[in-house]
């Protein structure tokens, strides 16, 4: 059953009293009245209330003098201001004092219910707001790999695995569609091993032009070809040592890749133009979005290089199965970017986060990172709401074509697993209160039941 939540009412006026007390006792509140400050201030100092409506207008002590001399005793409850002599000069003097909102008198009950409507939300936010800091908190304190946000399985169980293998030099292949986070693993793998102390060093296997590959990997001598004017290290001798990430493995040319199988095999690197070779100590971690699988057998990755860098693998989950980590991530991202854009957001609105527990993630946590740091950018309020999330989101667009044959192609099933995680996601951003979980879920509070049963829901 739902807790009632604690309403005070202060007004000298009784007629107003009653009303108020009437009204919003068939709403469902626990209403205490006091028809002066005094009064009120012997109340609070006795016990707690989530609301206040306060009068302005009051013989002897004032609203706003109850407000200053209330002081730390309120400092939990959620106050708004009623005056029949409202200005815009007063509605600000209430706000600096403490208050949340200002109506006018006279006023229509709509009024009063809306007002308390849009505090219950703001206090639901700031609670949700709270649990998912405190998560933040309990997930960074995984050495190494703090940077991952998650608390879904796959994602736990990944990391879990991660530390496992950091404290070995074997050879480990990552793999996950693009923005799924493969690098912030490898970093992970490196702050958590032995090579820590040193820098990590990354390439993208992709980005660079074929005819340089060769010498930026391998490093070349003075005079091994037109500009060579001195000696350079190429990154595997500059990560001698430590730890070297190579990502978009699979966007390496096959002459490049005989190169590669060489260094993994011998430890020792031929810069362009050398004679001899060196000796290395690097521990090769490598990434790919790619089915390196499926390209050997179409003859466009060796497949003894495949073998000899999928000594163990880790596979990030898409977005879009992990729904569940969606409210955890943007609490992340504000946090990253409230500093670097100077924002004062501070969350999302139940409405935009249905949004994007609805969306099918193409672009994955990358996507999801840039559409917070939109938000915030375009949020006129504390608050990123419908408004700020890009047109895609919006139409709900499903991207068929992500979707991999790993995950199977039943609509029935995917239905259920869809349901499942938004259920999951859905109670989690309520602080599990399930009646308001049925109301951004949509559906009824016995239908939601029934639903938890059928999934084997537990919380």
């Known amino acids: 059953m739902k807790t009632k939540k604690h309403l005070l009412i202060i007004d000298d006026e009784e007629n107003m009293r009653h009303m108020l007390q009437a009204l919003l006792g068939r709403h469902g509140y626990q209403v205490t009245t006091a028809g002066d400050g005094p009064a009120a201030l012997n109340l609070v100092g006795q016990r707690y209330f989530d609301f206040i409506l306060c009068d302005v207008r009051m013989p002897g002590m004032d609203g706003l003098e109850f407000l200053r001399a209330a002081g730390e005793m309120i400092s939990g409850s959620t106050v708004i201001m009623m005056s029949a002599y409202g200005s815009v000069d007063m509605a600000i003097e209430a706000i600096k004092a403490g208050a949340y909102d200002f109506i006018s008198k006279p006023f229509k009950t709509d009024e009063v219910l809306l007002s308390l409507k849009k505090a219950e939300e703001r206090e639901l936010l700031k609670q949700e707001n709270r649990q998912l800091k405190e998560e933040l908190r309990e997930i960074r304190k995984v050495s190494g790999f703090e940077r991952i946000i998650g608390r879904n399985e796959e994602i736990r169980a990944m990391i879990q695995l991660g530390e496992k293998i950091a404290r070995y030099d074997t050879t480990v292949l990552i793999t996950g569609e693009s923005g799924t986070g493969k690098e912030l693993v490898a970093k992970g793998i490196h702050s958590s091993s032995p090579r820590t102390s040193r820098p990590f060093f990354a390439v993208n296997c ?163 990172e840039n559409i917070i740091q939109r938000g915030m950018v375009l949020a006129e309020q504390k608050v990123i709401d419908i408004g700020q999330l890009p047109s895609g989101i919006l139409k709900n667009e499903i991207h068929i074509s992500q979707a991999g044959p790993d995950e199977g192609f039943s609509l029935k099933e995917g239905q259920k697993k869809l349901e499942a995680r938004m259920i999951r996601a859905a109670l989690e951003e309520t602080g599990y209160n399930k009646s308001k979980a049925a109301q951004i879920l949509e559906i009824s509070y016995p239908s939601l039941l029934h639903k938890i049963k059928e999934y084997g829901i537990t919380f």
Request: charge should be neutral.
């Open 206 to 368: 992709g980005s660079i032009p074929e005819n340089l590959l060769e010498s930026e990997l391998f490093g070349y001598t003075k005079g091994a070809f037109t500009g060579a004017e001195k000696n350079k290290k190429g990154m595997f001798e500059e990560a001698d040592g430590s730890t070297l990430f190579l990502d978009e493995i699979g966007e390496l040319p096959l002459a490049m890749q005989v190169k590669l199988l060489r260094v993994l095999q011998e430890g020792e690197v031929r810069p362009v133009g050398a004679a001899g070779a060196k000796k290395i100590d690097v521990r090769i971690l490598a990434a790919t979005a790619r089915d390196l699988e499926d390209d050997v057998r179409k003859g466009i990755f060796r497949e003894d290089l495949f073998y000899r860098l999928n000594v163990l693998t880790l596979k990030l989950p898409p977005l879009r199965r992990r729904l569940d980590d969606i409210p955890l991530l943007c609490r992340y991202f504000i946090e990253k970017y409230q500093m670097i854009l100077k924002s004062d957001v501070q969350a999302i609105s139940s409405a935009a986060m249905n949004k994007l527990l609805q969306y099918q993630w193409p672009g994955n946590v990358r996507e999801l």
